[in-house]
């Protein structure tokens, strides 16, 4: 092909062009992944107040003072919020997604470029909107990342939930047009724009997971940007919807004839794919991680990329387990209750077949292959907890204790986080030409594995013993005094994980400048963002189209020269 005909072989000049308001995929995948890196770290600093709260409750600390009950609430809602959106939906989705699915799929760039940046833009925006929300008048809003009114939906309700809930509110809707122009994007790009020959079934199981995950951004964030709509009309404009007849202090609000469980059906018809949104990119980057290490095809493509798909079926139909405590009947109960049971089938077979394309195979330990261990090893610690707290009758006792806590930081959070480190060992040497700190990345995953275990597994325990959550003072408490040193074992790991994470940043800026020179194919993988040059020119191929000739986990192939086969290598060889 002559280059000139290539719409996306020019390069754009000039700084703002080129970094601030780029179209290519590949800066503005790098643009999200940052924006989810400074959101990780606020977040994580919010979570260390908290933990340093629980324990030393009047303790004055340097800027901060000391925190007041209220002020905790405000800390645990701007924590999970900027954790669950600003990291775990934005870096693998929008991060790593943008980036490697055009190159993955042989594509030169998104179907929608001006529609990509809007997209980040507008994420942008929407992180700033949040953090305003400390500065206002009031503070950050109380009532949790789930913001259930009638909490929520009154101005008067605390302090927090005045101009700082609006921003809560606004910065969320605009988190989901965001989202839904990213959804469209990734759909429309992963049907239309494959190269010759990249069949679905061909496709890197990464592709699968990102492309999965946008339909479910589809139909879940056009349900919460509608649902925080009313809520803000609710707040402003004298709405009933979620508000029932409601007493303030004494004085009876102008409300009425709301249903506060409106809200709850609603958030959590988007809520529970959340959860999926963000756990299936790090399940598609474990699969393509131990089957490169592995040395070995993933076990099992095919019912891989049903299980996904039946995943995010299956996961619109469950998302009444979050509320058996809601009064809701118990034959509804029931119903949810089995539906939940059945997302455990398609999730036992994925973790199944990770362990099967491990055995027997011949492992190389480098650090993206221990990190997609550890995903393994996190989604089935935080996994097994599931089924029980699908039981209606046992999450009577479970809800609302640091049982749920401890279960969805391992499933969600950590797990997520551990297949975005994955992601970033792998692709770092691709995307900035050189390879990080093996050494300092396997101290890195030892301390957080340890560390996240240590936090993590203790509060399931608390949760037994009728340790409540969101609650700031536990010292206060006569029936949980015995569990004060369980906390306190769980601040002083908290604080060890987190001064780890520098480990990580330090490598990471370290080796971008300072990094041995990577080649264009330093694992030996098939897919094809290794076959293009490292990182990859502006159009990702340079102006050649890529044809595929074979599946994307072609390892350890007889009478193959080599013991894999990229997905470009002619097809001499009969594979997929
Ligand atoms: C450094 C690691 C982390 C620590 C030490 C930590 C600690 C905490 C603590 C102490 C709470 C409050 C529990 C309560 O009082 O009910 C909490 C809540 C929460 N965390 Fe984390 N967290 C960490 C990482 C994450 C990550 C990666 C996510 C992403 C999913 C996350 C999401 C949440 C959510 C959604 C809540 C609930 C907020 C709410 O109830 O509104 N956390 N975390
Ligand atoms: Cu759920």
């Known amino acids: ?68 009950p209220e002020a905790y609430l405000s800390l645990l809602t701007m924590h999970g919020t900027i954790m669950v959106f600003f990291v775990l939906t934005t870096a693998p989705q929008g991060g790593f997604g943008n980036y490697f699915l055009p190159i993955q799929i042989g594509a030169p760039d998104m179907a929608f470029p001006v529609l990509n940046m809007l997209s980040f833009w507008t994420t942008f925006v929407a992180f700033i909107t949040i953090l305003a929300a400390f500065f206002v008048s009031g503070g950050a809003p109380l009532h949790g990342w789930t913001g259930y009114p009638p909490l929520s939906a009154v101005q008067s309700t605390g302090p927090g939930e005045g ?32 190269a010759k020959g990249m069949t679905l079934m061909r496709m890197p199981l990464t592709v699968w997971s990102w492309f999965i995950t946008a339909i479910l951004g589809l139909l879940a964030f056009g349900v919460l940007l509608s649902a925080g709509i009313l809520l803000l009309m609710d707040r402003n404009l004298g709405t009933s919807f979620y508000v029932p007849l409601v007493v303030v202090n004494g004085q009876i609000m102008g409300h009425k004839g709301g249903s506060p469980l409106l809200w709850q059906h609603l958030f959590w018809f988007f809520g529970h794919p959340e959860v999926y949104i963000a756990i299936l990119p790090g399940m598609g980057v474990a699969s393509q991680v131990l089957s490169t290490f592995s040395r070995k095809p993933i076990f099992g493509y095919r019912a891989m990329v049903y299980a996904m798909l ?117 692709w770092f040497p691709k995307m900035f030409g050189r390879m990080m700190n093996e050494s300092w990345g396997r101290i890195h995953f030892f301390i957080t594995l340890a560390g996240t275990y240590a936090i993590f597994m203790p509060m399931h325990y608390l949760g037994l013993a009728g340790g409540t959550r969101r609650y700031s003072q536990y010292t206060e408490v006569a029936y949980l005094q015995k569990l004060m040193p369980l906390h306190q074992f769980m601040t002083y790991a908290a604080i060890i994980t987190i001064a780890a994470q520098f480990i990580f940043v330090v490598n990471l800026f370290y080796s971008m400048f300072k990094g041995p020179k990577a080649s264009d194919n330093p694992w030996e993988a098939t897919t094809l963002e290794w076959t293009t040059a490292t990182p990859p020119p502006h159009d990702n191929f340079g102006g050649v189209t890529p044809v595929v000739h074979h599946g994307p986990y072609e390892y350890g192939v007889p009478g193959a020269p080599k013991d894999y086969v990229m997905q470009t290598d002619p097809a001499t060889v009969a594979t997929h």
């Open 310 to 426: 039946s995943i995010g079926f299956f996961g619109f139909m469950v998302w009444g387990h979050h509320m058996f405590m809601s009064g809701m009947s118990p034959y509804s109960a029931f119903a949810f209750s089995l539906l939940t049971m059945c997302i455990g089938v398609p999730s036992a077979i994925k973790t199944f077949n990770w362990l099967g394309t491990m055995w027997k195979g011949h492992i190389r330990f480098h650090t993206p292959m221990l990190y997609a261990i550890g995903f393994v090893s996190l989604f089935v610690s935080g996994g097994l907890s599931g089924p029980f707290l699908a039981q209606p009758v046992l999450d009577i006792q479970l809800h609302d204790t640091y049982f749920v806590v401890g279960h969805f930081h391992l499933i969600m959070g950590v797990a997520a986080i551990f297949g975005m480190f994955a992601a970033t060992y792998y």
């Open 163 to 194: 101009l700082g809930a609006d921003l809560w509110i606004t910065s969320i809707a605009i988190f989901c047009i965001a989202s839904l122009m990213g959804a469209l994007n990734f759909i429309t790009t992963t049907l239309d724009l494959r």
């Open 1 to 68: 092909m002559v280059a000139m005909e290539n719409p996306h072989a020019h390069a754009p000049q000039g700084f703002i062009r080129k970094y601030i308001f780029s179209l290519d995929h590949k800066v503005i995948g790098i643009q999200y992944f940052f924006l989810a890196l400074t959101a990780v770290f606020v977040g994580m600093f919010l979570s260390l107040l908290m933990r340093i709260h629980l324990v030393w409750p009047n303790a004055v600390l340097p800027l901060v003072g000391e925190i007041k």
